[in-house]
């Protein structure tokens, strides 16, 4: 069975770009869930999403968004990007929405400059 | 607010020097909690998932345990292949949208 899938798993970018990311999760799992992860803040929750709905949201700027299509694929985007959004971002899918186990990707690691 | 602290931050240990990592948690209704291995360059990998206080589960060289109020992960007789970061994350029950919340993690070196 296939685990996560993240693409790419390396972009660099400019300040004020917009970047998209893509999460493909393990055959079956409905759930998926995005995660910024830094050296200084560790793994922050973005968002979570469920049947192509939003079902959970973290605390991060608007910039910041995603959507789930019918065959429970992900994409994430962030806009206006700055240096700060430098990290590792991460996709996670499960089952279900709660109580369940999640299965992370290797990650994209993004580089504003 | 919801809070999850692991301690130490870093652990260097000898091979086969048996340890402890903790995880405490503060969280208006646990839903969860669920344990990590992370490798450099790597997402996170499921180790545990423990639902209820006095739970325990094991695997390996390693086992989980919880109470109320914290985890932990003992890791018995370790190899150097048991480096790695681990975290701890857990999941709110306090409402239907509960969200997981992952602690800094432990960075364990175990040297041979």
């Known amino acids: 069975k296939a685990g996560v899938t993240q693409t790419p798993r390396y972009l660099i970018k400019t300040r004020g770009q917009q970047v998209t990311l893509s999460c493909s999760p393990i055959?079956?799992?409905?759930?998926v869930s995005w995660y910024q992860q830094t050296p200084g803040q560790g793994l922050q929750f973005l968002f979570e999403?469920?049947?192509?709905?939003?079902?959970n949201k973290g605390n991060f700027p608007g910039r910041f968004s995603g959507r789930q299509f019918s065959n429970s694929r992900s994409e994430m985007n962030v806009s206006t990007l700055e240096l700060g959004d430098s990290a590792l971002y991460l996709c996670?899918?499960?089952?279900?929405?709660?109580?369940?186990?999640?299965?992370f990707g290797a990650g994209t690691r993004l580089s504003v400059l | 607010e919801d809070q999850v602290t692991q301690s130490p931050e870093a652990l260097r240990l000898q091979e086969g020097e048996s340890s402890s990592l903790n995880c405490s948690y503060t969280?208006?209704?646990?839903?969860?909690l669920f344990w990590y291995r992370q490798d450099p360059g790597k997402g996170p990998e499921f180790l545990f998932t423990?639902?209820?206080a006095g739970e325990e589960k094991e695997k390996e060289r390693l086992k989980a345990t919880l109470t109320k109020k914290e985890s932990f992960l003992h890791i018995t007789a370790p190899k150097p292949e048991d480096s790695a970061t681990y975290l701890c994350?857990?999941?709110?029950?306090?409402?239907?949208?509960?969200?997981?919340?992952f602690g800094s993690g432990t960075r364990l070196s175990i040297r041979p």
């Open positions: 996670a899918s499960s089952l279900d929405l709660v109580g369940n186990i999640q299965y």
């Open positions: 055959s079956g799992h409905r759930s």
């Open positions: 999403y469920f049947s192509e709905t939003q079902r």
């Open positions: 969280v208006s209704g646990l839903r969860g």
């Open positions: 423990l639902y209820s």
């Open positions: 994350a857990v999941q709110d029950g306090g409402s239907s949208a509960s969200k997981i919340i």
